[in-house]
C-alpha cells in the first residue's frame, strides 16, 4: 500500500486555480511536518510549502500570496490551494511527510501540473 498518494494534478491555462491532496492514510507513524515539494524538467526538486505538526506554515519566494497549503489533522490529509497558476507552476507536484519524533519519512509518486494555453 502507497503511504502518500497525491491526487488534483492536471492542466490548466494560465491564471487557473487547482486543488492538490495528499491522502496519507496508508503511513504507518505519527506525522510531523508535512510539505509539497516540486520538480520541472531539468532542475531539481524543490520546497514549495510546508506546515509543522504545530500548523506552521513556509511558502518558496515564488508561490507566496498564490498558493496556500493545509493539513485536516496531524495525520492529514494535506492540500494545497494553488491560485493564479503561471507557465512556471509546471512540474511534478510532491507529497512529503516526516515523523514526529524520530526519522522516518514518505514522498508520494508525484502529481504532474501543467499551465499552458
Known amino acids: 500500500q502507497a503511504q502518500l498518494v497525491e491526487s488534483g494534478g492536471g492542466l490548466v491555462q494560465p491564471g487557473g486555480s487547482l486543488t492538490l491532496s495528499c491522502d496519507a492514510s496508508?503511513?504507518?507513524?505519527?506525522?510531523?511536518?508535512m510539505g509539497w515539494y516540486r520538480q520541472a524538467p531539468g532542475r531539481q526538486r524543490e520546497m514549495v510549502a510546508t506546515?509543522?505538526?504545530?500548523?506552521?506554515?513556509t511558502y518558496v519566494d515564488a508561490v507566496k500570496g498564490r498558493f496556500a497549503i493545509s493539513r485536516d489533522s496531524p495525520q492529514g490529509p494535506l492540500y494545497l490551494q494553488m491560485n493564479s497558476l503561471k507557465p512556471d507552476d509546471t512540474a511534478v507536484y510532491y507529497c512529503?511527510?516526516?515523523?514526529?519524533?524520530?526519522?522516518?519519512?514518505?514522498w508520494g509518486q508525484g502529481t504532474q501540473v501543467t499551465v499552458s494555453s
Open positions: 496508508g503511513i504507518q507513524f505519527d506525522i510531523g511536518p
Open positions: 506546515i509543522t505538526y504545530d500548523y506552521d506554515i
Open positions: 512529503y511527510a516526516r515523523q514526529l519524533f524520530g526519522s522516518r519519512e514518505s
